[in-house]
Every structure is written in structure tokens, then in C-alpha cells.
């Protein structure tokens, strides 16, 4: 796909279908596994099936890297834009939203973080305080399967249930399509070690690969094999695509592809730098991966941004901190509390959070290896690209669309009420008249 870069796009950008130059024919699957035009099966104004396509990674400057037939086919049949996503830019948090339609400071999904009351640095989880579109569905007597994407687990999915019901086959893309199809061809799949075959094919199916995130964590986001990565992932798109075909719901199924952030690389550590800024200060600062020392006044916590937690004489130092720390020439931002609820991010990040330029990391040592890698958590990756094509979508792309979003304009296009936490909305400008409730 011929697009300007993540770099070049104001952030929520609408690009429209016809504005779109596409490498591949207009409207044609050039793939051998897709042959027939995306229309050329009329859609209906309602979905009766919405499938979910969820890249982790899915950084929008890789669309410039090779010819994406089958995006370009969803494009041209329906609308492509850039939608925001969370801060900071990490996918337990983001996908958290994206099922459930919340911010962070609502669902409580954080990672990265520091707990001044257990001493202890909290990693990535999957807790939820928030409903999620699975739950919805399920609630409202849908039917649903989720192939590792995995907010949803036991959070409206589980393992074992056939009409909710969660897989997570591991591999690549291709083997979790291979699982997608197979439940869609209603095939019995491996689900938490039971083989299970739904009753009907599903009214919501998610599909979640996170192959371009491991791609882009190893080798940046520059990697030689991401183009190679991108066809590929295309490739099993179409054959998704053409799957709804063979079992004869093309017609009424609504596409959603998307990811929850992009990628960014970093080779230069500036660690040093920030402990330097700090003791001039007169504090003590500590680079924290699981306790904190007794004498640490500056906690500093990272996971592609660096939280910032202030404790003991530090305490009511934050502007002193954030002048000494954005005077570093390789910080990017550094946010206060108030920028951070503006942000819609969780309290737990800290006092702080600075993010980094590009190629610079908050590390006191290089990247191992090669002295490369990607790197995620900033505003930098905080754009995403958004497909909708299919049942229930017209051609106008949504204006200023948000990960908090997709949640309702799921359970629009499927005429459900949206999760009850939701802070987002029904992009309504981008699908037909006929959806909501019914």
C-alpha cells in the first residue's frame, strides 16, 4: 500500500478508500488463495458476523513496505484510517481498551508499574475491571470465538465453552489462522486441551497475531524480514477472507483490522543521563526492576517509557524533576500528572513519564546483541492503522477514530448495547444507517 509514513500522518488522520492508492488492482484479491473480488458477493446494511483482526505491532509505516492486496481490497470496499491508541503504548493495556471500549484510568490494566506499598514492580497481566465486548455478547445470547486474543479470556470467552470460546494455539499466523478457518468450517479445534466444535459459526470471531511485534522487538522496526512479514500477514488475511466465502457469510460479515500500537527502535541508552539529572538535584535515583532500596528517593521504572515515582524527601519535587530530566537533550516529553489524566492513562504510572527520542532508550546499557531493538510505550507508536469493510460499513472513513471505539462499533454492527464502561463511541459515520440495538 503507497502511503505516507506514521511521521508524516497528524495523528487520527482519515485517509478515504478513493484517495488511497492502491499497488494492487482496485478491488481485486491478487492472492492465489483470495481470487474472487472482495464485492463481488453484495453485503447486507446489517452484519449478521463481525470478524476481528488484531496485529500487535502493526506499526502504519509498514504498509509502504510491499503491495498488501487484500488491505487494499478492505480499503477500497469500505474505509482505511489512523485511529489513536493508548498511552503508553503497550499491548495489555491497549488491547484491554480495544475489548472493552475504556481507557486505562477505567479498565486498570497497567504494566510497568511500581507499588509504593509492596515495594514490588508489577509486569504485564490480564486483570480487567471493566466489561468487555465479549461479556456483552455472551450476555446478550451471541456467540463468539477468540483465537488468542487473549483480554477476553475468561472475561467473556473461555476455554472449553463452544459458544464462547477462547483457543490459543500459539505459532504464527498462519497456524492461528489455520484455527480461525477451522472454527469457521465449524471443525473441531484445541481449546485449553478439550476439542471443540462450535455449534454455529460464530457471530464475533477475533483473530490475533503477534508476529510483527516479536519481529519488531528483535530487530526494530526496520527488520529486513518486516516486509517479507507484512506479505504474510496479508496472505493469511485473504485466506480468512475467502474462509467466510466457503461457508457462505461473506455477505453479512463486517471486517475490522487493526493492531494496538506501532514500533519504534532504539540503540543509544540514556540511563546515565537521567541519574545524573536527578543527584544534581540532590536525590537518589534507582533504575528499579523489582524492589526498590530502602534510600531510593527516584524510583524509575521502564517499559518503553520510564514511570517515575517519587518517594521519602523527593515527595512534592515533581517540577523540579521534570525541568532537570526534559533538559536532557534526548527526552522527548516528560509528562506531568495533569498531561497524564489528559491522556486518559492510569494512576499507578507515576508522579512522571518521560519518553525518549528515537533512537534513544532509558538504559544504562545497550540493547544485547546486535545493539538494536524495537521498542514500543511512547506517543511516538500511538498511531494504528484501521480497516472496516463488509456488512453494515459504508465507504466514509471515521473521523478521528480511538482504540476505545472498536468495542462499540462492534456491538453496533451486531445490534448489541455497548460494554458498560465504554468511553468510546459507535463510529457511525463510517458504517450504514441500519445498526445499533435492535
Same mark, same amino acid.
Request: glycine share 10%; no cysteine.
Given at each position: 500500500?503507497?502511503?505516507?509514513?506514521?511521521? %508524516?500522518? +497528524?495523528?487520527?488522520?482519515?485517509?478515504?478508500?478513493?484517495?488511497?492508492?492502491?499497488?494492487?488492482?482496485?478491488?481485486?484479491?491478487?492472492?492465489?488463495?483470495?481470487?474472487?473480488?472482495?464485492?463481488?458477493?453484495?453485503?447486507?446494511?446489517?452484519?449478521?458476523?463481525? *470478524?476481528?483482526? $488484531?496485529?500487535?505491532?502493526?506499526?502504519?509505516?509498514?504498509?509502504?513496505?510491499?503491495?498488501?492486496?487484500?488491505?487494499?481490497?478492505?480499503?477500497?470496499?469500505?474505509?482505511?484510517?489512523?485511529? $489513536?491508541?493508548?498511552?503508553?503504548?503497550?499491548?495489555?493495556?491497549?488491547?484491554?481498551?480495544?475489548?472493552?471500549? #475504556?481507557?486505562?484510568?477505567?479498565?486498570?490494566?497497567?504494566?510497568?508499574?511500581?507499588?509504593?506499598?509492596?515495594?514490588?514492580?508489577?509486569?504485564?497481566?490480564?486483570?480487567?475491571?471493566?466489561?468487555?465486548?465479549?461479556?456483552?455478547?455472551?450476555?446478550?445470547?451471541?456467540?463468539?470465538?477468540?483465537?488468542?486474543?487473549?483480554? *477476553?479470556?475468561?472475561?467473556?470467552?473461555?476455554?472449553?465453552?463452544?459458544?464462547? +470460546?477462547? *483457543?490459543?494455539?500459539?505459532?504464527?499466523? %498462519?497456524?492461528?489462522?489455520?484455527?480461525?478457518?477451522?472454527?469457521?468450517?465449524?471443525?473441531?479445534?484445541?481449546?485449553? =486441551?478439550?476439542?471443540?466444535?462450535?455449534?454455529?459459526?460464530?457471530?464475533?470471531?477475533?483473530?490475533?497475531?503477534? $508476529?510483527?511485534?516479536?519481529? %519488531?522487538?528483535?530487530?526494530?522496526?526496520?527488520?529486513?524480514?518486516?516486509?517479507?512479514?507484512?506479505?504474510?500477514?496479508?496472505?493469511?488475511?485473504?485466506?480468512?477472507?475467502?474462509?467466510?466465502?466457503?461457508? =457462505?457469510?461473506?455477505? $453479512?460479515?463486517?471486517?475490522?483490522?487493526?493492531?494496538?500500537?506501532?514500533?519504534?527502535?532504539?540503540?543509544?541508552?540514556? =540511563?546515565?543521563?537521567?541519574?545524573?539529572?536527578?543527584?544534581?538535584?540532590?536525590?537518589?535515583?534507582?533504575?528499579?526492576?523489582?524492589?526498590?532500596?530502602?534510600?531510593?528517593?527516584?524510583?524509575?521504572?521502564?517499559?518503553?517509557?520510564?514511570?517515575?515515582?517519587?518517594?521519602?524527601?523527593?515527595?512534592?519535587?515533581?517540577?523540579?524533576? !521534570?525541568? #532537570?530530566?526534559?533538559?536532557?537533550?534526548?527526552?522527548?516529553?516528560?509528562?506531568?500528572?495533569?498531561?497524564?489524566?489528559?491522556?486518559?492513562?492510569?494512576? !499507578?504510572?507515576?508522579?512522571?513519564?518521560?519518553?525518549?527520542?528515537?533512537?534513544?532508550?532509558?538504559?544504562?546499557?545497550?540493547?544485547?546483541?546486535?545493539?538494536?531493538?524495537?521498542?514500543?510505550?511512547?506517543?511516538?507508536?500511538?498511531?494504528?492503522? +484501521?480497516?472496516?469493510?463488509?456488512?453494515?460499513? %459504508?465507504?466514509?472513513?471515521?473521523?478521528?477514530?480511538?482504540?476505545?471505539?472498536?468495542?462499540?462499533?462492534?456491538?453496533?454492527?451486531? =445490534?448489541?448495547?455497548?460494554?458498560?464502561?465504554?468511553?468510546?463511541?459507535?463510529?457511525?459515520?463510517?458504517?450504514?444507517?441500519?445498526?445499533?440495538? *435492535?
Amino acid at each position: 500500500m503507497s502511503m505516507p509514513t506514521r511521521r %508524516g500522518f +497528524l495523528t487520527g488522520a482519515a485517509v478515504v478508500a478513493g484517495s488511497l492508492v492502491l499497488p494492487s488492482a482496485a478491488n481485486t484479491v491478487a492472492n492465489a488463495a483470495v481470487n474472487t473480488p472482495l464485492t463481488a458477493t453484495k453485503t447486507t446494511g446489517r452484519a449478521k458476523h463481525v *470478524v476481528l483482526v $488484531d496485529w500487535d505491532g502493526f506499526d502504519p509505516d509498514y504498509l509502504s513496505l510491499v503491495d498488501t492486496p487484500n488491505l487494499d481490497a478492505l480499503a477500497a470496499a469500505g474505509s482505511f484510517t489512523v485511529m $489513536d491508541g493508548t498511552f503508553p503504548t503497550i499491548s495489555n493495556p491497549s488491547r484491554a481498551s480495544m475489548s472493552t471500549g #475504556a481507557w486505562p484510568e477505567v479498565h486498570g490494566n497497567v504494566s510497568g508499574v511500581w507499588d509504593p506499598v509492596t515495594n514490588k514492580v508489577q509486569g504485564q497481566d490480564r486483570f480487567l475491571s471493566a466489561e468487555t465486548i465479549a461479556q456483552v455478547l455472551a450476555g446478550s445470547g451471541r456467540t463468539l470465538a477468540s483465537v488468542q486474543w487473549y483480554m *477476553v479470556q475468561n472475561f467473556g470467552a473461555t476455554y472449553g465453552d463452544p459458544d464462547h +470460546l477462547y *483457543v490459543q494455539p500459539g505459532g504464527t499466523i %498462519g497456524q492461528r489462522t489455520d484455527v480461525a478457518i477451522n472454527i469457521l468450517n465449524r471443525r473441531a479445534v484445541n481449546s485449553g =486441551g478439550q476439542q471443540v466444535a462450535v455449534p454455529k459459526i460464530p457471530d464475533f470471531l477475533a483473530v490475533y497475531s503477534s $508476529d510483527l511485534d516479536a519481529l %519488531g522487538h528483535a530487530e526494530g522496526d526496520d527488520a529486513p524480514g518486516m516486509a517479507a512479514l507484512m506479505t504474510e500477514h496479508d496472505r493469511q488475511l485473504g485466506r480468512l477472507i475467502q474462509a467466510t466465502k466457503d461457508v =457462505g457469510i461473506f455477505a $453479512d460479515t463486517a471486517f475490522i483490522v487493526t493492531g494496538d500500537h506501532g514500533m519504534s527502535t532504539w540503540s543509544t541508552p540514556i =540511563g546515565d543521563k537521567v541519574l545524573d539529572a536527578v543527584a544534581g538535584l540532590g536525590y537518589r535515583a534507582e533504575f528499579v526492576t523489582t524492589s526498590a532500596s530502602p534510600d531510593t528517593e527516584v524510583v524509575l521504572v521502564v517499559n518503553g517509557v520510564l514511570n517515575i515515582y517519587l518517594r521519602g524527601r523527593a515527595v512534592g519535587a515533581e517540577r523540579r524533576i !521534570k525541568a #532537570a530530566i526534559g533538559r536532557i537533550p534526548e527526552v522527548l516529553n516528560v509528562f506531568d500528572r495533569k498531561a497524564l489524566n489528559s491522556l486518559h492513562a492510569s494512576d !499507578k504510572l507515576g508522579n512522571l513519564v518521560a519518553e525518549a527520542k528515537e533512537p534513544y532508550g532509558f538504559s544504562t546499557t545497550p540493547p544485547a546483541g546486535t545493539g538494536i531493538a524495537g521498542v514500543h510505550g511512547t506517543t511516538r507508536e500511538i498511531t494504528i492503522p +484501521l480497516f472496516l469493510a463488509g456488512a453494515g460499513v %459504508g465507504q466514509k472513513a471515521p473521523r478521528h477514530p480511538e482504540i476505545v471505539d472498536i468495542a462499540p462499533t462492534i456491538a453496533a454492527l451486531l =445490534g448489541t448495547r455497548a460494554p458498560a464502561d465504554s468511553q468510546g463511541r459507535v463510529l457511525r459515520e463510517a458504517l450504514r444507517t441500519r445498526v445499533g440495538p *435492535v
